[in-house]
């Protein structure tokens, strides 16, 4: 989950000042219509491990934003006072009225990561307590109060750093908010920490109340990024709180919300498919014997009696063009085709829109003992639906929360599931379209509509990037194929799926 | 949780005639429009104990339905086909489509209860897989299949005399679907599985798909209510799909679905509150001294130590003029002025119309060691909110989840929370209104509202039936006092408190 925020993340300081002149303009006209209207409140819940800045974060929006309605909502040990109530109490005290957004520190989710964090409670229990807050966000959704969560990542090295220095500077110390994890020490307590904040991400990252994994390594860029999220969810509040409006005269049914309100991101995004170095090459003279051994390698592992209690499913997205028929060809080959099935994913049947979208997959799903390949999957309505405007934000927002229910459900029945992304560049994809267009046996296999998404190729990344962070729990995570050269492609994919049979057999 | 469900429920065989023909005519033109519509599709589960008739209500559907756009989905052991698959594979295999009805034996719920049933589970793990379930039927929800929960209850000697007549007709029972808890013998097991399917209700119970818990014991009055219940969820359906159809021209906004579409109940609704014997009266001579001692003993109790890790919350709820003043006087004459607080709900103000529904009473919950009476409270939103229609049903729908949730907050947190309903008869309220009118210094308590409400008795009583039933959990649970003696009353209210007091201290 969330690698995308492992990568670079930097702006320059000629960069920051210029956009962050934009964002601070578009902010505050956003938070003054938000005051305006009075429809709804908003709760920015500001978390991360120690050493992230989620102090600084916090002075940056007192510095951007207008300070009249802004509040901190900051959480420690709990007082005298709120020992003698229930545990919920200090937030309903604190509830932001409508028009005013809270800056929440140590909120909701706190006691509970740091409780699963320290092995004082079960797996179960911490579960249920995760569901609990997911029911709490629901209702305050329904109530008009958007939940904004951010979690701030920076490398336990550089935090460890930051921190060490702050040390030395006692009185920097003591008014950084560095505190939270006081009791978590040494590496290893902190790598069970870091763990748990991603399940506990994964888990309460609902349509009404994502989570965004925001990269604090940079301050400038980590302080942009926040407000550029923080403007996002105003704005969307705002185009929510006019819709809802009563309107004059009968007016007819407002649009779906837009993906971008206003004028668009204004940071560089950042991308885990862009950052691939697709030059990677197989070597040449290698390739046919060792793509015959890894097929042979293949044969044996899924003709083995202990594949007979698992099963195995392939799940393919990419470009447009990067090769993802070519790539199930060479693993077919190492199948038994009577234990094989590849599912081309063309438009939903009648059948099947007459159902939950999920519904065409499942059917498809192999018993124990078979391999269901997927050549394009469940992940469309993240893609191509998202991008052009098929489904709603809430459809395909709540959709990753599903689709990770779906592949748990998946990998509990002991299915392997295995996806990839098969990346090319857009000089690759462009040099792979003219050959097709230009030749005969290939024609079928370019269509206008290919031309048209290739014009949308930004779009598609970031639904891509997205969808990799959001998706990419432990047990059913992608695989990035750098695949300008078919033949390292095709060795990758085949190489990777040996490796994990013989990983889990 | 759902008492109402034990109060007598029949129907004569000419008023079931009469009631039948006009459920099946309505049922029928409501189905098809459904089809018609082909916008939804529908799922319902029946549940309940064995002996409670599910298969001779899966028939009375197929008799009265038209069986065209029907399909019984029935689920018993895993087949060879389906422990080969993930184990939701074989309800997604057999999901209606949209415009069809599938009616479900041996539903999601059936495996998890089970093991509950049997302690293979634990409590946590048990949660954890009813919030599984949630989730799915929110995702059904929102993909447009309208999922209606049904448990048939009939008490235990019912049920084992029915059983017993079955057993002696052989052919009967193998065509009886009976077979669904086999493994469960003797009552201590069936107690046990009574009440985790209890919790399971209360869990399950959400806004997008509640429970609707309904007394089998007649075979008549069962399968009215049933069809009732279902013609409710197919008009709602078709009223959300006619809303959502794309207008030709720009239309008003529809208005939000009423609560009971259609020309209104057919069957005579149980009535928890309506079968209270309000001709209970206390014993006069004997009050002065009852009521001194038990407020002796409550001020004694709520001084204890013991008390002091404790709370109080007493929530008074009832008819207009059904005495809460009075009792509420008679408590706190009990308690300590300085920790007891008695909080009357009037109109929200500004400050809480800006925040979440539930935050005005969080405001006011007492700190531990002290009592907090709340004259009207949270219910307020099932009741009036939703009688007058301030809410939207989707709103109070949900509503009794989170109140739910926010009581168990409460009593996890050490505070007793007790419930108290005043019910007098609509002629006690006539004379109590009559006299109030009449006299100068009790005239400001009666109100032109008063007389509006009124003439609403009848769905409010309704709303306060289906308030009870749904949150009348084991630990927080409801009173019904019999009020129109009103010494009779507030003896019963005292002496609640007290013995509650003493079972917790």
Redesign the interface.
Known sequence: MFDSVRLPHKLGKSEFAEVSERLRERLLEAQFEFVER?QK?LILLINGSDGAGKGEVLNRLYEWLDDHSLETLSYGAPTD?ER??????RY??D?????RIGLMLGGWHHRLLHHRARGKI?R??F??GL??IN??EE??R????VVVKLWLHVEDSVAQKRLAKLREDGGRLRRAIVVEWDDIKGARSREKLARSALDLIEKTSTGYAPWAVIAAEDPRYRDAAVAELLLAALERANAESAAAAP?PT????PAPTPEQPGEGPLLPRASLVGSLDLSLTADRDGYGGALESLQDRLSELTTSRKFAHR?LVLVFEGNDAAGKGGAILRVRAGLDPRRFRVHGTAAPTD?E???????RF??H?????HTAVFDRSWYGRVLVERVEGFCSR??WM?AY??IN?FER??T??R?LVIKFWLAISQEEQLARFSDRAARPAKRYKITEEDWRNRGKWAQYEEAANEMIDRTNARRASWTLVESNDKKYSRLKVLRTIVDRLEEEL
């Open positions: 009075k409140s006072e003698a109530r229930p545990l919920e109490w309903w005290r509830m932001p009225a409508k028009g079960s179960d229990a579960e249920t569901d609990e029911r709490s209702m305050l329904a109530e008009g109060v309107a009968p007016a007819p049914t099963g059948e829109l007459a159902r939950p979208y999920l519904w499942w059917r799903l192999p018993r124990l003992g809430d459809d709540r929360s599903e229910d459900q998946q509990r029945a299915i």
